[in-house]
DNA sequence: TATAATTTTGTTATGATATAACAACTAAAA
DNA sequence: TTTTAGTTGTTATATCATAACAAAATTATA
């Protein structure tokens, strides 16, 4: 269970931005996979924003950088690491997050806060388990799992309300 | 554990559409709020669907019978039932479901068919108790619970790719 | 290396989902 | 009955996402 850390406790964010990217080169090598500059941009420009970013954040993101501005290109990107395990949706936002280990078969937990956005991820293979066998004593064939608790993380429990991270 | 039959599950839906508004108007009652004509019309049209139904296709529904055909009406009256917890949204749908136990405080866990687009809601104590201690041992205070399992529903699987139900 | 096949990107247009803002109306409370 | 609160009408627009086809770049094959 790694990589529970809020996006605010202390930590050289670089360093997780540099690891996943390195993980992203490894990966799309040994799949055979293009990680194309615009592809790696993007991941990159999500790992960079500690919450999870909208398609059109990160589309103005890359226009700013030169890249074309029309919504396929970043729909194309997100397309493309969504496919590779690279990125995680937040389907309850509609935005997209890096995923901390994408080198290992995982579902996306998330702990979003209401107050400041921010989103925790966390692997839980007891609850994985569970969803596992009740789907399948429904006769039910689990390809995807889609979790997203909301609520207030510690951070903002402890301040007055509104006054987001 | 209730109401975990398939929508395809022989029984009588109309019995559940009724029994889901009489269900709507006490629980409203009870708590002072209104279920208007649109409300009303808005929460049986939903159930009379068995998948879940977009905004926009609910609002069509609506406007053939003459109610006002604006989005802010559709999305009124689901803001309005969403409160109520008397539907709940599939957030990776962008649809809406009929709650089939309204007036229980439970969670929405769904299993979805990504073939024939049903939908099973089923409630599992276990699980919320463990994400419960998981959120609270992160110092996390739980709101809300988004579970969309998606996969091959038992009927689907055991028919030729394409042919949905 | 040429050329064919495949993949990726550019471009225009549009579809799908959702909300802001303010006016008009209606039901409930004072 | 007048106020108040809640609901609905209306117009406009914001936000999220994909279709379709052309052009370019990369990779594979002759």
Tied chains: 1, 2.
């Excluded at 992203?24 to 790992?47: D, M, N, S």
């Excluded at 501005?69 to 949706?89: M, Q």
């Excluded at 596992?132 to 909301?150: M, N, V």
């Amino acid at each position: 269970m790694k990589h529970e850390d809020s996006p605010h406790t202390h930590h050289n964010h670089n360093d997780c931005i540099d690891t996943a990217l390195d993980t992203a080169e490894i990966l799309c090598a040994q799949q055979g996979q293009r990680l194309t500059k615009v592809r790696r941009r993007a991941l990159e420009l999500i790992w960079e924003s500690h919450r999870p970013l909208g398609a059109y954040q990160l589309l103005a993101k890359l226009a700013e950088e030169g890249f074309n501005s029309a919504p396929p290109t970043v729909y194309r990107a997100l397309d493309f690491l969504l496919g590779a395990g690279l990125i995680h949706k937040v389907e309850s936002m509609n935005a997209y997050l890096g995923c901390a280990h994408a080198d290992k078969a995982h579902k996306g937990y998330f702990l979003i806060c209401d107050e400041c956005h921010n989103v925790m991820e966390f692997d839980y293979q007891d609850i994985h388990a569970a969803l596992i066998e009740k789907a399948t004593h429904q006769g039910f064939e689990l390809r995807a799992e889609t979790i997203e608790l909301t609520g207030l993380c510690a951070k903002c429990k402890a301040k007055p309300a509104g006054a987001s991270a």
